[in-house]
């Protein structure tokens, strides 16, 4: 099993940048290929950003392409969202997620076994 617990949110204005970070516990952190979601009010949690169990290849959503960067640290049993350039509606709690059998519906909530809590992102205008 796998515990995961988020960090890093705030409050940002628009164009600035944030940095998420998701702290996992127990020795098997690298098995597992690692999510990103995120949840406006209202809205339904959606996809943000992928990475596999050796971070070789990684996904994005199209909102978030190329101002988000998903990485991981292994060794320090850490993943990261590195989020630029943000906007307004980018508005949300953001959860980490975890992966026993990686598969190619990695943007499917269901396809996650774990969930962290989230962390609160807020971004003004």
């Known amino acids: 099993q796998v515990q995961l617990v988020e960090s890093g949110g705030g409050l940002v204005q628009a164009g600035g940048s944030l940095r998420l970070s998701c702290a996992a516990s127990?020795?098997?952190?690298?098995?597992?290929?690692m999510g990103w979601f995120r949840q406006a009010p209202g809205k339904e949690r959606e996809f943000a950003a992928f990475?596999?169990?050796?971070?070789?290849?990684?996904y994005y959503a199209d909102s978030v392409k190329g101002r988000f960067t998903i990485s991981r640290d292994n060794a320090k049993n850490t993943l990261y969202l590195q989020m630029n350039s943000l906007k307004p509606e980018d508005t949300a709690v953001y959860y980490c997620?975890?992966?026993?059998?990686?598969?190619?519906?990695?943007?499917?909530?269901?396809?996650?076994?774990?969930w962290g809590k989230g962390t609160q992102v807020t971004v003004s205008s």
């Open positions: 997620a975890a992966d026993r059998d990686y598969s190619n519906t990695y943007y499917r909530t269901t396809s996650y076994d774990y």
């Open positions: 127990g020795r098997t952190f690298s098995s597992y290929a």
């Open positions: 990475i596999t169990w050796s971070g070789a290849r990684t």
